[in-house]
T-cell receptor, first 116, second 113 residues
Framework: DGGITQSPKYLFRKEGQNVTLSCEQN?????MYWYRQDPGQGLRLIYY???????QKGDIAEGYSVSREKKESFPLTVTSAQKNPTAFYLC???????????????FGSGTQLSVL | AQSVTQPDIHITVSEGASLELRCNYS??????LFWYVQSPGQGLQLLLK??????LVQGIKGFEAEFKRSQSSFNLRKPSVHWSDAAEYFC???????????FGTGTRLQVFP
C-alpha cells in the first residue's frame, strides 16, 4: 500500500540533544512537508521541499533542520536550539511541488516528541 | 492578515443528529479551501476541497461544505452523524501554492450514542 511512514511514533529528547524524526513516502510525490501541531493550535509549517536536494523554510524553521537527499525521504532534526520542542510532528507530501498547485496533502500518522 | 477562524473549539452532538462546523477566513485573493479530519494520534485526511465552480462541494464520508464568498465562510455539514465521525476537524485556506496553506485551530467533535 502506498503511503507515508513516520517513525518513531513516540520520541523523547534530553536537554541539549538533537533528535531526528523519520519520514518516508512511496507515493512518488515530489513535494514533502513538515508541520508542527500544538494543542489548541492549527498546523504550522516548519520546512518543505518541492524537489530533491532543495528545501525551504516555513513559518517556524528556527531550531530545526532537514535534508532531502532522496525523493522518498525527508527527515527532520530537532536541534538543541529548539527550546520548546514538545509537540506532535506531522509529515506530509503532495504530488507536484514544482508546479506549486495547491493539491491534496497526504499525511503520515505523526510523531509525538516530548522533553525529558 | 490572512487567517482561518474556527469559532467552535469543541462540539458535542448525538448520533444521528445533523452537524455543522463553522469556518471563516480572511484572505486577499481567490481562496482554495479545504477540510481535513484527524483521528486521535493520527495524521490528517482530506474530506473535501473547493477551488472553483459549484459552491456546494461533496466530500468523503457523507460530508459536504458550502462556500459563501459574501460571508467568507466554508462551513462543513453532515445530515446524520455517526459515532465514527468523532475526531478533530481542520479548515484550511491557501493560495495556488501548497506551501502557503493556513490551517485553523480545529474543532473537536464528540458524538454521544
Amino acid at each position: 500500500d502506498g503511503g507515508i511512514t513516520q517513525s518513531p511514533k513516540y520520541l523523547f529528547r534530553k536537554e541539549g540533544q538533537n533528535v531526528t524524526l523519520s519520514c518516508e513516502q512511496n507515493l512518488n510525490h515530489d513535494a514533502m512537508y513538515w508541520y508542527r501541531q500544538d494543542p489548541g493550535q492549527g498546523l504550522r509549517l516548519i520546512y518543505y521541499s518541492q524537489i530533491v536536494n532543495d528545501f525551504q523554510k516555513g513559518d517556524i524553521a528556527e531550531g530545526y533542520s532537514v535534508s532531502r537527499e532522496k525523493k522518498e525521504s525527508f527527515p527532520l532534526t530537532v536541534t538543541s536550539a529548539q527550546k520548546n520542542p514538545t509537540a506532535f510532528y506531522l509529515c506530509a507530501s503532495s504530488m507536484s511541488g514544482t508546479q506549486g498547485f495547491n493539491e491534496k496533502l497526504f499525511f503520515g500518522s505523526g510523531t509525538q516528541l516530548s522533553v525529558l | 492578515a490572512q487567517s482561518v477562524t474556527q469559532p467552535d473549539i469543541h462540539i458535542t452532538v448525538s448520533e444521528g443528529a445533523s452537524l455543522e462546523l463553522r469556518c471563516n477566513y480572511s484572505y486577499g485573493a481567490t481562496p482554495y479551501l479545504f477540510w481535513y479530519v484527524q483521528s486521535p494520534g493520527q495524521g490528517l485526511q482530506l474530506l473535501l476541497k473547493y477551488f472553483s465552480g459549484d459552491t456546494l462541494v461533496q466530500g468523503i464520508k457523507g460530508f459536504e461544505a458550502e462556500f459563501k464568498r459574501s460571508q467568507s465562510s466554508f462551513n462543513l455539514r453532515k445530515p446524520s452523524v455517526h459515532w465514527s465521525d468523532a475526531a478533530e476537524y481542520f479548515c484550511a485556506v491557501g493560495p495556488y501554492n501548497t506551501d502557503k496553506l493556513i490551517f485553523g485551530t480545529g474543532t473537536r467533535l464528540q458524538v454521544f450514542p
